[in-house]
């Protein structure tokens, strides 16, 4: 019963996130009425769900509620409704959220006991058993044989990070180079927005957590195109957890330009059907984004650079 | 309609000159000079991702980066316990082997440097370094010398000698420490001239490995910790900077599971990182604390398991706006460290391990814009006393954000950048 109550709640943050994007893309303005019915046939569910999400985003002061007359949007796209539509996500699999952070940060280790758990989150084995199963859903973790449970491997070391930028350069231009690549071109369109939007703020204002936000967006997107199931899957596996757990991402201003720069031309060439450039591009652009930085450096002395290095 | 300006800037491998340099290239860059480095195997990319285009002193061999991590191993191995020496302990057991590495990485890069400044034809060369590379002086372009560590390094009757965290008025232990330093220098030193010579250079006096430019000196020491020389440096030659604070990417503090109280950034530069033992049980005390911590762990995460809630490690921050946001900053003492500090007005507690900073530790102390705290005698207690004290500190506050308001008005990069645009301007 708790179970389907809490799926209930997360289809319905899920629709939430999904109106936004329909608000966006047709570039509403605050004030604007927010039609039950129109949202319905955009979302493609019935106008009941529609209506818990339309709740779900006037409890966050995205929308207001206006006696006789419905829903109309509070916050426009110069006010933050991207974020706050990211911020929507946050309240998804909170106690599943909270332990993957803090294995991420190294708070608990890597194999963990459901008592443990309970003690350390003050909460009941039936939450952490839901926490761990969505968890497990994204593969971040494995049941072992008895009670205990198993992290998988995370992006929390520069050389985990330099391990998947290996693997991504050997799939993801594969990716876009398999027979049957299709795109999106509407979503394609509301990226390149949102990059545009990054680029347009002033110098040193892009944040390493919203770029890896989007840049795990893109990186999904090129992922959910590609004909190749299996490169689709391992993919966005492989992103999920990026999003996930991925952190110590500092980059200066100018490389995070020139990222959504090249993920721009890769969406042009994609748009163009020049797939074998856009692959060329992806190389060029993992290749750039694989720097590493040494990892201690001292007079005299040569820096110290662990793992691969191309 | 005349050329842009091209000026080459070689920074020595450490972060600190590295990205002091990256501050003032950015300046350079607004003013339309084209600002390119020549870099160290090691930092490739380093400069790209700041925009600038890089020339690559050759990369060692397969074999030499195996023997470069095996260095790294025998150089924790055996530096580690020397870290916890005093400075002038630190003379013999740790500053004459770095500068015999000194002086083999200027004799090994020196062809590399040669050939790179044919190629780049630079207007000016910019060298952040502690020593000279005769390849420079040979070149005939115009040189400008960057003193990115303490003022110390400039010597003078008023100031303390380098390294020694000594302070002025220490004459017995000043005169011992003098003595001692050209004693642990002398083959290093003897080495490094005999190669000046046969680069056809004028041999430098004895502990002097890097002559002041003849054109333009930029010293990073803000005037808030400045000495009083008995023989002023002359102000057409040598311009103190107020810091050389570069513009970094804005870093949001991540959210912790115990996200209460002030931020607290702590940092002992890539090098200090790999005391792992120290940073895990300093880690341990700030569990005890009501703040919020971040560290900077470099490239050991691997080490730490079960870090508290009130504690975040990253393997690198971008440092100028975590300390921007900071209440207080532990630090080794390196002097990028100590002007990111005092720029954005945050106390420094300085906890030196080698180098200059025993210098800025002493200097932090004295000026009131910090504290000293020993690595070996510290204690849970002292530690949380020191950060507890610095954090309620309210002349002290109130002290460092008068110097930096003075520091923004006058920002060092860009002090440094039109200083050098100046120096050319005068060349040609």
């Known amino acids: 019963m708790a179970d389907s109550r809490r799926n209930s709640r997360q289809n319905h943050i899920a629709l939430a996130q999904q109106v936004i994007g329909v608000v966006l893309e047709r570039g509403m303005s605050p004030g604007d009425h927010l039609p039950e019915q129109a949202f319905s046939e955009a979302c493609g569910v019935s106008r009941t769900p529609i209506r818990a999400a339309f ?239 040494p990892e201690a450096a001292n007079r005299g002395i040569p820096p110290l650079m662990r793992g691969a290095r191309q | 309609m005349s050329q842009p300006r091209v000026i080459a800037l070689f920074p020595e491998a450490s972060f600190g000159a590295a990205l002091n340099c990256v501050g003032i290239a950015q300046k350079l860059r607004d003013m339309g000079a084209i600002p390119v480095f020549l870099c160290h195997p090691g930092f490739t990319g380093v400069f790209a991702e700041y925009g600038f285009k890089e020339y690559h002193l050759p990369a060692p061999s397969q074999p030499q980066a195996q023997k470069n991590e095996d260095y790294w191993q025998a150089f924790i191995n055996t530096h580690l316990p020397h870290f916890n020496l005093s400075a002038e302990a630190q003379l013999p057991t740790y500053v004459a082997p770095t500068w015999e590495a000194i002086v083999d990485t200027a004799i090994d890069a020196e062809a590399g440097v040669e050939s790179l400044l044919d190629q780049i034809r630079p207007d000016a060369i910019l060298l952040d370094n502690v020593i000279m590379f005769p390849a420079i002086v040979r070149s005939g372009y115009p040189w400008i010398r960057i003193v990115s560590c303490a003022e110390t390094e400039i010597p003078d009757p008023n100031v303390p000698p380098y390294l020694s965290g000594l302070a002025p008025e220490d004459d017995a232990a000043v005169t011992r420490f003098e003595q001692t330093y050209l004693n642990a220098t002398a083959s290093a030193h003897q080495r490094y001239n005999a190669f000046r010579k046969s680069r056809g250079l004028r041999p430098l006096p004895a502990g002097t490995f890097l002559e002041n430019s003849d054109r333009l000196n930029l010293l990073l020491a803000p005037s808030a910790v400045r000495y009083s020389r008995a023989r002023p440096l002359p102000r057409e030659r040598f311009v103190f900077l107020e810091g050389c604070v570069r513009e970094e990417s804005r870093f949001d503090p991540p959210q912790l599971p115990a996200d209460d109280g002030p931020l607290i950034y702590m940092s002992f530069g890539s090098l200090g990182a790999i005391d792992t033992d120290l940073i895990g049980k300093m880690i341990d005390t700030f569990a005890t604390l009501p703040a919020r911590f971040m560290v900077n762990v470099g490239g050991f995460l691997e080490a730490y398991q079960h870090v508290p809630d009130n504690v975040y490690l990253g393997s690198w921050f971008p440092q100028p706006s975590v300390v921007e946001q900071s209440a207080l900053f532990i630090h080794h003492g390196g002097n990028n460290s100590f002007c990111e500090a005092l720029f954005h007005g945050v106390p420094s507690l300085v906890i030196p391990y080698c180098w200059d900073g025993h210098d800025n530790a002493q200097r932090a102390q004295a000026t009131g814009t910090g504290r000293r705290l020993d690595r070996t005698t510290w204690s849970p207690d002292t530690l949380r006393e020191a950060i507890l004290a610095l954090l309620n500190d309210t002349p002290m506050a109130a002290r460092l954000q008068r110097i930096s308001r003075e520091m923004q008005a006058e920002p060092g990069a860009r002090r440094a950048a039109e200083a050098v645009m100046a120096a050319i301007d005068v060349s040609h």
């Open chain 1, 55 to 293: 709740k779900i985003l006037e409890e966050k002061e995205i929308l207001t509620w206006k006696e006789e007359e419905g829903y109309f949007l509070e916050i426009g796209q110069a006010d933050g409704l991207t974020e706050e539509a990211h911020r929507l996500e946050d309240m998804e699999d909170s106690l599943a959220q909270r332990i993957l952070s803090d294995r991420a940060d190294r708070r608990i280790g890597d194999i963990q006991s459901i008592s443990a758990l309970v003690r350390r989150y003050n909460v009941t084995r039936n939450s952490v058993l839901n926490a761990l199963k969505i968890l497990s859903r994204d593969g971040v973790v494995t049941q072992l044989p008895g009670r205990s449970w198993a992290f998988q491997p995370m992006f929390d070391t520069p050389k985990a990070v330099d391990e998947s930028l290996a693997f991504r350069l050997t799939i993801e231009p594969q990716a876009i180079l398999a027979p049957g690549f299709i795109m999106d071109i509407k979503k394609a369109g509301l990226l390149k927005m949102r990059m545009q939007e990054l680029l347009d703020t002033q110098e040193g204002h892009i944040t390493s957590t919203g770029f890896l936000r989007l840049d795990t967006e893109f990186h999904s997107f090129i992922a959910e195109c590609s004909g190749n199931r299996f490169a689709r899957g391992a993919l966005l596996a492989h992103h999920r957890l990026r999003r996930a757990t991925q952190k110590d991402i500092s980059i200066p201003d100018f490389r995070l330009r020139q990222s959504l720069d090249e993920h721009l031309e890769i969406l042009d060439s994609l748009e163009r059907h020049q797939f074998e450039l856009a692959a060329d591009q992806m190389v060029l652009h993992l290749r750039r984004s694989r720097i590493r930085r």
